[in-house]
């Protein structure tokens, strides 16, 4: 078959290395600003206060009220601080929660965004915005919502906890491993989920025992980088429909509940697909679901949904909510058969495929 595709490059401003965030200034001159918004969760304030000493005559003040989810009150409270004090830009130093809080002010005012990640989410390179009001969450896309500047500096993520290194690492590999499948997938986003997966697989176990290795955290970052990426560029499929059902309905944490889901959802899926999750199953092991489960069990990730604190009863929910809104995957299914996927991730069974 002759190719066939359609790729588009994202406009963002991508900085790596040790260090790299002593540059932040600069990068908020040449965006032609002067006076920057830190933002950080209450957990990070001291970091981002410490940012904003370093940002010194471009740093307009701090918010360090950032929550998973990106609660429409908190961007609200973050606003009226970004006018209090005049801003011009933003600069969220943190997780994915904090990237968010960043991302909605842009949607709602277009101020220009640098990003610092601390995890491996891969929020901060994608057109993606998931905000709650009133306990719904919805998703947003818009070219307002891409941060125009993301620093990748491994000197800060050396204090990721080994628990959350494993699950964020493994919420990116979730990207890349359906960007895999995607309907709109094209060669680069093929090379570059194939590459994030590489990168973090060679990661997470070196973390798992030396968490301040810079180059393991330098690898770490960098696959998470790629896998974001996909996740901005193309279609997700089952894995992320499942995933945000059970963290938007039952409240499950986020990381945690990708790291459970991903050799189920992927083992599912490649019993349809197996040569377009070829790169996974060459990476992991002879099948790409039992792989997944082999390394997730490797690095200690959860393995149970029960351990995350879902009930057994809520799994027919859970099911029934997954497969409300018919969408595209390589697998049709029905409702019986992501119920019983969700009694594998439940009971943490190795998948077959
Ligand atoms: P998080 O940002 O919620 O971080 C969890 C906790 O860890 C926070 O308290 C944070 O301050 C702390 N933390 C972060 N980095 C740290 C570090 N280096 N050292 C010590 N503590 C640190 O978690 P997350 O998994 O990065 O982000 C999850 C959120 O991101 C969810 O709301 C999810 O929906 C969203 N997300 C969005 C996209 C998108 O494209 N829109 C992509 C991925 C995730």
Redesign the pocket.
């Known amino acids: 078959m002759t190719r066939q595709f359609t790729y588009s490059g994202s406009p963002a401003h991508i900085v790596f290395g040790n260090g790299a965030s002593a540059e932040v200034g600069a990068w908020v001159e040449r965006l032609g600003c002067k006076r920057a918004l830190v933002l950080s969760?209450p957990?990070?304030a001291a970091d981002g206060e410490a940012l904003a000493d370093r940002l010194g005559r471009f740093a307009a003040g701090t918010f360090s009220g950032a929550a998973?989810?990106?609660p429409v009150d908190v961007t609200e409270a973050a606003m009226r601080k970004a006018t209090e004090v005049n801003a011009d830009c933003v600069v969220a130093l943190?997780?994915?929660?904090?990237t968010?809080l960043g991302k909605a002010i842009a949607y709602r005012t277009d101020l220009p965004q640098i990003v610092i990640p601390?995890?491996y989410?891969?929020?901060e390179v994608?057109p993606?915005?998931?905000q709650t009001e009133n306990g719904v969450k919805t998703t947003v896309r818009d070219a307002k919502i891409l941060p125009e500047v993301v620093i990748y500096d491994p000197g800060?993520?050396t204090?990721?906890?080994v628990a959350?290194s494993v699950t964020?690492g493994l919420?990116a590999m979730a990207h890349a491993a359906e960007a895999l499948y995607a309907q709109d997938r094209n060669p680069v986003s093929t090379l570059m989920a194939t590459e994030g997966l590489r990168a973090l697989k060679a990661a997470l176990p070196i973390l798992t025992g030396e968490p301040r290795n810079l180059e393991a955290r330098g690898d770490a970052l960098y696959g998470a980088w790629l896998c974001g990426t996909v996740?901005g560029a193309v279609g997700m499929a089952l894995h992320h429909k499942i995933c945000h059902t059970l963290g938007g309905s039952f409240d499950m944490p986020?990381?945690e509940t990708h790291a459970v889901m991903l050799p189920h959802t992927i083992g599912f899926n490649a019993a349809a697909v197996p040569e377009l999750l070829e790169p996974v199953a060459v990476l992991f092991g002879d099948g790409a679901g039992s792989g997944l489960h082999d390394f997730a069990s490797s690095v200690g990730a959860p393995l149970t949904l029960r351990e995350l604190g879902l009930k057994q009863g809520d799994l027919d929910r859970a099911a029934g909510i997954a497969t409300q809104n018919p969408y595209w995957n390589p697998r049709p299914f029905d409702r019986a058969a992501i119920r019983a996927l969700l009694q594998d991730a439940w009971e943490g069974r190795r998948p077959q495929d």
Do not use: K
């Not at 943190?94 to 904090?98: C, D, L, R, V």
């Open positions: 969760t957990h990070q998973m989810h990106t943190g997780g994915g929660s904090t968010g601390t995890t989410a891969g929020s994608t993606i915005l998931g800060l993520t204090g990721l906890p959350m964020s919420n996740l986020h990381a």
